[in-house]
């Protein structure tokens, strides 16, 4: 099976523009989450989609907001971008009852903001 | 509230000399636990999980954790490290009440040194 996939793999944009990043989950896999990686912060859980359903939000600003299709792959959008956005953004997929079962990764899209 | 702790930022190992990366948790609920290893530009890999059972779990690539309920840790072990092993290694906890995202730590830089 082919991976999770993430575009694009580098962004760079300016402060106060707008980004979507896109993620492809595994075939078959239902359950997509985001989470945001910096240095400073760690990893971050930003949200989690399955079947089409935000089911958690983590604490982020509204400025970040995604969306998952019918057919499972998500996007994230982030609004107005700032500096601190500057981050990796990972995407994750995981099969069915995601609770026990492990999340798989993308390679992540590395966001500059200048 | 859930949190994980990862004590060591940096850990050196000789190769060929077994390898500890140190993981506690705290959580309200029974916990699920995870290990991830980061490879540098790359996404998380899995490499193990505890869900319930044999307290010793065994992962890819020749890694073993101990879970410990008394003493709420999920250590990640290897008899005998190798110089590919070094990598950032991150230990996630997640519960199956609230939000059932995965809780990082703060990730711990694994290095083995030939």
């Known amino acids: 099976k082919a991976g999770v996939t993430q575009t694009p793999r580098y962004l760079i944009k300016t402060r106060g523009q707008q980004v979507t990043l896109s993620c492809s989950p595994i075939?078959?896999?239902?359950?997509v989450s985001w989470y945001q990686q910096t240095p400073g912060q760690g990893l971050q859980f930003l949200f989690e989609?399955?079947?089409?359903?935000?089911?958690n939000k983590g604490n982020f600003p509204g400025r970040f907001s995604g969306r998952q299709f019918s057919n499972s792959r998500s996007e994230m959008n982030v609004s107005t971008l700032e500096l601190g956005d500057s981050a990796l953004y990972l995407c994750?997929?995981?099969?069915?009852?995601?609770?026990?079962?492990?999340?798989?990764f993308g390679p992540g899209t590395r966001l500059t903001v200048t | 509230a859930q949190s994980v702790a990862q004590p060591e930022d940096q850990v050196n190992v000789a190769e060929g000399n077994p390898l500890t990366v140190k993981c506690t948790y705290s959580?309200?609920?029974?916990?699920?636990l995870f290990w991830y290893v980061q490879y540098p530009n790359r996404g998380l890999q899995f490499l193990l999980k505890?869900?319930?059972?044999?307290?010793l779990v065994k992962g890819s690539y020749g890694f073993e954790a101990e879970f410990n309920k008394s003493q709420t840790s999920f250590h990640l072990k290897k008899p005998s490290a190798l110089v590919s092993d070094s990598a950032l290694y991150f230990c996630?906890?997640?519960?199956?009440?609230?939000?059932?995202?995965?809780?990082f730590g703060t990730g711990t830089r694994l290095t083995v040194i030939p």
């Open positions: 505890y869900i319930t059972g044999d307290n």
């Open positions: 994750a997929s995981s099969s069915r009852d995601f609770i026990s079962y492990e999340q798989y």
């Open positions: 959580v309200s609920g029974n916990p699920y």
């Open positions: 075939s078959g896999h239902r359950s």
């Open positions: 989609y399955f079947s089409e359903t935000q089911r």
């Open positions: 996630a906890v997640r519960v199956i009440t609230g939000a059932n995202n995965l809780f």
